[in-house]
């Protein structure tokens, strides 16, 4: 692999795993990036999943304080990404590649829109969060209510899938629905998509690594490149402009659709 190939692949694995740990869609950076490349879109797939999984390590280990008295939350909603995820991925392998290359550019268009709605409900995740603030002995994610019910399970199940077949902006749309089902501080509630996001891509890397092809430089680039970023986005990702990372997303993510359909 050419130096500047492999230098492209490990960058584009420090702004994923920085993107990742501070809001999600970090796929939507390195995903086109692969393809740009010239990998095949299921190969690009896979391998950008297997190598994510250690940035999304790194950045449950930079927010393991804001995990404390979450434990059923984690559990209960755990085991939804984890049958999710395991579905996805194998929706991903039994479908033929041709459905994956014509559903992709979808998937893509649709993250990109979350992308760009994302300071939009952030808004109102924050006003409603404001509207229902609890008082301090109230809200704890040990309340039953606060841990989710059968709705917001078969919900987390349902983005699990999407995140084992594809997963670009999983993260959004588990902060969006967390945000509006629980009362607690988002700093929390992001911990806790930062759980669930790597349960998905864990599960599905499993099945990837056991049933399919991944192209291990390619994985091991991204999978040290992440590793950094989660602990960029842990630790100074909250004062990164969001303006200047949705605008890298959008671009990097419209240059994909470009390829895909050209």
Do not use: H
């Not at 404390?68 to 990404?81: F, I, M, P």
């Not at 760009?116 to 995740?125: D, E, G």
């Not at 967390?178 to 890397?205: E, H, M, P, S, Y």
């Not at 909250?238 to 240059?255: E, F, H, K, T």
Request: proline share 5%.
């Amino acid at each position: 692999m050419p130096v500047a190939q492999a230098l492209a692949i490990f960058g584009a694995g420090v702004a994923a795993g920085t993107i990742n740990t501070v809001v999600g869609s970090g796929t939507l950076i390195t995903f086109p990036t692969l393809i740009g490349l010239g990998y095949p879109p299921v190969l690009a797939n896979v391998s950008n999943n297997v190598g994510l999984v250690p940035g999304a390590l790194s950045g449950i280990y930079g927010y393991r304080a804001e995990l404390t008295g979450q434990r059923d939350r984690v559990v209960r909603l755990g085991s939804a990404s984890l049958l999710g995820g395991l579905v996805g991925a194998i929706l991903l392998l039994v479908l033929p590649q041709s459905a994956f290359k014509e559903i992709v550019p979808a998937l893509i268009a649709i993250a990109l829109v979350m992308v760009i709605a994302q300071p939009w409900l952030a808004r109102k995740v924050a006003v409603r969060q404001k509207e229902r603030q609890p008082e301090p002995a109230s809200g704890s994610a040990e309340d039953p209510i606060q841990v989710g019910g059968p709705i917001l399970w078969t919900i987390v199940f349902l983005l699990g899938i999407y995140g084992g077949y594809f997963g670009a902006a999983q993260g959004i749309l588990l902060l969006g629905l967390f945000g509006i089902a629980f009362t607690d501080d988002l700093q929390r509630i992001n911990a806790v998509k930062n759980v669930l996001a790597c349960v998905v891509n864990a599960v599905a890397a499993v099945v990837f690594i056991i049933a399919t092809q991944v192209d291990w430089t390619v994985a091991a680039l991204i999978a040290a490149g992440s590793i950094i970023g989660g602990q960029i986005g842990a630790r100074a990702g909250r004062r990164l402009p969001p303006w200047g990372l949705r605008a890298i997303i959008v671009c990097v993510g419209v240059a994909a659709l470009v390829r895909l359909l050209a």
